[in-house]
């Protein structure tokens, strides 16, 4: 069962959530100034990666508030979820997307731990 943790209620079932697309779209300015295919762009255009994805998510079955996550396209494994108006957490580039943060990190101290004694 995959679940998702929420930043204000924990962790809760996926049936519990809905994924709200690509995070971090910034509405254009000066939209007056924009060519046709900047705005086609902004509107119908979206990062497809195989790999990190910073998307939106909101809890819909739950306290309904939206927020941004860190999720790894092939695995669904979530690297981290914030609030929205916080600072992204980045995942490590040699992050799998397979182990959970904690699970990394642990594996990192753990590592880190051989190599000091
Ligand atoms: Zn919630």
Known sequence: MLTIKCPWCGER????FSYGGEGH???PTETEKLTDAEWGDYIFFRKNPKGVHY???THSAGCRRWFNAVRHTVTDQFWDVYKTGEEAPVPPEDWDGIQSRAEYEAARSTQAAKKEG
């Open 13 to 16: 079932d996926q049936i519990e």
């Open 25 to 27: 779209i910034a509405r």
């Open 55 to 57: 998307e939106r998510w």
